[in-house]
DNA sequence: CGAACCGCTGACACGGAGTCAACGGCCGAC
DNA sequence: GTCGGCCGTTGACTCCGTGTCAGCGGTTCG
C-alpha cells in the first residue's frame, strides 16, 4: 500500500532526525559548538554526511532543532515544579531548582539553551524553527509570570515587586546568568574564589527569595 | 643606536597589534566572533594575512587579549563608580549602573567580555594571558566584594547576605545575566513581551537592592 | 516485467586556516 | 660607501570543512 510504505517512510525520517540530533547534542556538548563538523555528527549517527544536510540544511537549524527538544524537556519541568509548590513564591523558587536539577540531570541539553541564550536574536519572521523557539521561551516565561501573580494573590510575594512579566524576564536573567556563570566559570570561582559551586547557587537562591518575599 | 631603533620598533610592533585588535574588535561586534575570518581582520588593519598570524597565533589568543583590553576599560569604570558612592549599597548599585553604561557607551568592548564569561573556562595554566583575564576579572569582584563589606560596615547591607566575595559572585551572575538578556534578546523581549529594555533593567535592579538592603 | 520514484552517496568546487621559503628594507660594521 | 646580517613582510602552498550534484541502487506501482 502506498499510504502505509509512507508513514514507514515518515517514521523512518523521523528516527534519522532523532538520532542525528541526538549525536550532534552529544558532540555540541564534549567539543562546543563551533568546533563539531558535520563529518563527526554524520560518523557518530551512522549516516554519510550529504545525509545529514539533506535533514539539515546548516549547523544552525539543526542546532535551533536540538534547542527545541531541551526546551520541551525544560518547560516539562517547570510545570511539574510549579505544580507541587505551597505558595506562589515556593513555585517561584522550585522552577530555579528545577532549572538547577536540569542542569545536572541533563548537562548536554542544559548547555543548548545555555547556549541560545549567549546567541544574538535578529529578527523573527514567520513560523520558522527560530520563532517557534523564540515562541517557547515566551510560554516558558508564562509559567514564572503566573507563579508571581500566584504569589501576590497569596500573600506569600510582596506586592509592590512590579509587573509579574518584568518580573519573571528579570529573574529568568538572574537564574540563567548564575547557571552560566555556575558552569562557563566553575573552575575559576572553586579554585582561585574557593567557593564551592553549591554554596554559590545556595547563596544565589537565597538572595532571589529575600527580594521577593514579603514581609520581613 | 641600536637601543632607539629597538625601541621604535617595539613601538611600531605595540601600534600593529593595537590596529589589530582594534579592527578584530569592529568586526567581531558587527559580525560575530565566528564568523570574523583572518583575512577580514588583515583586510580592516591594512596588513597581510600572515603577518596578523605573527602576532597571534589563532583567533582565541587575539579574542583574548581584546578581553584583557576591554577589562581594563570596565575595571576603571568600576573604580571611579566605586568611588563617588555614599554608601557601600549605593556603591553595589553604582558599579551595576556603571556596567550598563559600559554597555552603552562601549558596546563593541561589552560585548567581547560578553562572549568571554559564555566561554567555556578550562584550566589555567601559569601566566598565560588566559590566566590573566581570570585574575582580572578576579580584581574586579575583588572591587564588589569591598563595596560589600563596606555596604555591611556601614549598616546599608544587611549583614545576613551571606559571605561577601560569594554574594558579589551571584551579583557579578545576576548582572551578567540581565545585561546579557538584554543585550542579546532584546528583539524577543521588547516585541513578544512587550517591555522596553529601560524597564526591564530598573526592575532587575531595584530587585537585587531590595535583597541586599537593611531594615525594611 | 518495466518505469518511475526516492533515499542515498562518491566526488567535486569553494573558501578559510595555518605554514613557509623568499624578498626587501633597515641598521650596524668595516 | 658598501657589504653582510637581521627582521618584518608576503605570495603561494597545503589541509580541511562546507555545501552541492549527478548518478547509483533498491523499492513501489502500473
Redesign the interface.
Known amino acids: 500500500m502506498s499510504t502505509e510504505s509512507a508513514s514507514r517512510r515518515q517514521e523512518d525520517r523521523e528516527k534519522a532526525r532523532g538520532r542525528i540530533i541526538a549525536a550532534a547534542t552529544a558532540l555540541f556538548f564534549r567539543h ?1 559548538i ?1 568546533k563539531v563538523t558535520f563529518g563527526a555528527i554524520a560518523k557518530k549517527a551512522r549516516l554519510s554526511r550529504p545525509l545529514v544536510y539533506f535533514y539539515f540544511p546548516d549547523k544552525r537549524s539543526l542546532f535551533v532543532e536540538a534547542c527545541l527538544r531541551a526546551g520541551k524537556s525544560l518547560g516539562q519541568r517547570f510545570v511539574q515544579a510549579a505544580a507541587s509548590a505551597q505558595s506562589g513564591l515556593d513555585a517561584v523558587e522550585a522552577i530555579g531548582r528545577a532549572y538547577v536539577a536540569f542542569h545536572e540531570e541533563e548537562p548536554e541539553l542544559f548547555f543548548l539553551l ?2 541560545n ?8 519572521d514567520g513560523d520558522s524553527p527560530e520563532a517557534c523557539l ?2 517557547q ?2 510560554d516558558v ?1 508564562g509559567l514564572v509570570s503566573a507563579a508571581v501573580k500566584r504569589g501576590i494573590a497569596d500573600g506569600s510575594i510582596r506586592p509592590d ?3 509579574p ?3 519573571s ?2 529573574l ?7 547557571a ?10 572553586e ?3 574557593g ?1 564551592p559551586i553549591g ?2 547557587r545556595d ?2 537562591f ?3 527569595r ?3 518575599q514579603s514581609g ?1
Chains 1, 2 share one sequence.
Open positions: 562546543g563551533e545555555m547556549a541564550t549567549a546567541t544574538d536574536r535578529k529578527l523573527l523564540a515562541q521561551e515566551f516565561m515587586v512590579g509587573d512579566l518584568t518580573v524576564l528579570c529568568w536573567g538572574f537564574t540563567h546568568g548564575l552560566q556563570l555556575g558552569a562557563t566559570q566553575r573552575a575559576t570561582i579554585n582561585l574564589h567557593t554554596r554559590f547563596t544565589g537565597a538572595t532571589l529575600r527580594s521577593l520581613n
